[in-house]
């Protein structure tokens, strides 16, 4: 039931835009996103719910295709600060077991 | 506020031997989950907390286990330890279940 993130990795030059994908074989009730810089914990970007809006925050956004079970994320404008490995999360209904993806591994380079 | 605090940071253990891992949520937040990473398995599933409730376990042997207590602090034990068991522990933790959840710093062990 773990989610599978595409693509695995990707190399971005500042200023370039980004979208990594979070497919579930499971409808959805929420959807999670996080970042992991190198030796540190994840930290939280945004959450998802089933039937709720696009989310937003600065130049990094997702969506959530409750018909597809399948996130988004949209990073914009690409900074080197936004080099980590993103990880999305999933829950089948609330208070289920949450299931982090794959993860993708994101380089920003000048 | 303080955030998630996990100690210790590092530990070395030998294999047969048993730790048992420390995790302080931020004031609180009830909800406790355990994650054990490591390179080849990304992020994987132990158990969640939530007012001294296990409410879900991951596909983790019975040498894995774990408690809550009152003050929403938690405790991992992992018992008979292999060199398998070689990984970084993190715990989080959220204001209720399904939200966002705030990672502590792990604890990095390994089993020599």
């Known amino acids: 039931q773990q989610p599978v993130q595409s693509p695995q990795a990707v190399i971005l030059r500042e200023g370039e835009d980004a979208v990594i994908n979070c497919s579930s074989s499971?409808?959805?009730?929420?959807v999670h996103w996080y970042r992991q810089k190198h030796g540190e914990a994840p930290v939280f970007l945004m959450i998802?719910?089933?039937?709720?809006e696009q989310k937003g925050h600065e130049k990094i956004s997702a969506s959530f295709n409750e018909k597809k079970q399948q996130s988004s994320l949209y990073l914009t404008a690409s900074q080197l600060s936004y080099s980590g490995t993103y990880f999305c999360?999933?829950?089948?209904?609330?208070?289920?077991?949450?299931?982090f993806g794959t993860g993708t591994s994101l380089t920003v380079i000048p | 506020k303080a955030g998630v605090t996990q100690t210790p940071r590092y530990l070395i253990k030998t294999r047969g031997q048993q730790v048992t891992l420390s995790c302080s949520p931020i004031?609180?937040?009830?909800?406790v989950s355990w994650y054990q990473q490591t390179p080849g398995q990304g992020l994987q599933f132990l158990f969640e907390?939530?007012?001294?409730?296990?409410?879900n376990k991951g596909n983790f042997p019975g040498r894995f286990s774990g408690r809550q207590f009152s003050n929403s602090r938690s405790e991992m034990n992992v018992s008979t330890l292999e060199l398998g068991d070689s990984a970084l522990y993190l715990c989080a933790s959220s204001l209720v279940q399904g939200d966002g959840y705030t990672f502590g710093s792990g604890t990095r062990l390994t089993v020599v």
């Open positions: 004031s609180g937040h009830r909800s």
């Open positions: 499971k409808a959805l009730y929420s």
């Open positions: 998802l719910l089933k039937g709720g």
């Open positions: 907390y939530f007012s001294e409730t296990q409410r």
């Open positions: 999360g999933t829950e089948i209904n609330t208070g289920n077991q949450f299931y």
